[in-house]
């Protein structure tokens, strides 16, 4: 038996997922913890609670989304004393996300003391970005010193996507080049050549890049200069307006897209700017990584606003038929596998993402395990 139990932990909130092979024998949330009227006062009962709620019998490992690996983690790796403490040490890395997973961490040490846990970093499948990919150009002490370049996130969902893209097609994963573009509450793009990961839109965080539900994307930094100085902004202000208060809630008030589409099909000027920036922007990276492939072989559309918005879809690839690159309107409309024309250079895909099943499949890997 593979049994393997996946946890993916929020400050306030404990999301399970139960494999056994690929099938999903349980699954659920647990939410507002620590919270008055919360399911659970805090993360160790709510593990409790799913262990009395759930046969966890023959367990072979549980596997932990952790969202930054540093530097330093670049693959699933099998959790002991010494990698806590490095995780710990990533903290400043990402301060909103980081305890959460290390309480998770904590607390399925302590209650499955027997099982193998195992790590998985959103950020390692991007550890292959070239240096002259991931270096921004700015002091290099500095960089150095604190830790600063691009990282990237969704790895997991990225890997699972390109990946499977690659099975459509009908082609070896290593010799497939893929754009896969993750737009779901957070959103962002990733160049996948041959199954690794050589460029992505996020960054040292997950605000850079494509326009999302509430970061605002890639922007000048001197924007946070100006609110600051001129505005008058302390910075954790400035942090929340762009990572919380920013990106399509910013533009429109709504940070759900579907709220957007409706408005703007009712011919609301902020519903309609706010999806002009948010397709425009996909279309921009998709151009920058067609240039760092050459040869792009799909582009993939994944998560809740990728799979499901076919105007999304036909909007944010409008134009490039000069390119090699069309969207037939009855397939996308269909959210088909393929929903390129036949015959055309790149193929568009539509490929649901499973993060989950990708987090228990290398946390298996990483124990030496196969799925059976
Ligand atoms: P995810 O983070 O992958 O769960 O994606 C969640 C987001 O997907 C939601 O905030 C919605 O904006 C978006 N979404 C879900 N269904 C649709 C749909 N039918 N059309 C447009 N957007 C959708």
Redesign the pocket.
Known sequence: MTRVLVLNCGSSSLKYRLFDGADTVAKGLVERIGESGGDAADHLTALQRIMAETDLDGLSAVGHRVVHGGPEFTAATVIDDGVVERIEALIPLAPLHQPAALSGIAVARKLLPAVPQVAVFDTAFHATIPPEGYTWAIDADLAERWQIRRYGFHGTSHAYVARRTAEVLGRPPAETNVITLHL???ASACAVEGGRSVATSMGLSPLDGLVM?TRSGAIDPTVIFHLHRVAGLPLDEIETSLTRHGGLLGLTGE????AV?SRRAHGDAKATLAFDVYTRRIREYVGSYLAVLGRVDAITFT???GE??AV?RAASLAGLEPLGIAVDPERNEAAAAIISPDGTRTAVCVVPTDEELEIADQSRAALGLSRP
């Open positions: 779901g509450n957070g539900g940070n759900d897209l579907r589409l998560a809740g606003v499901n918005s999304v």
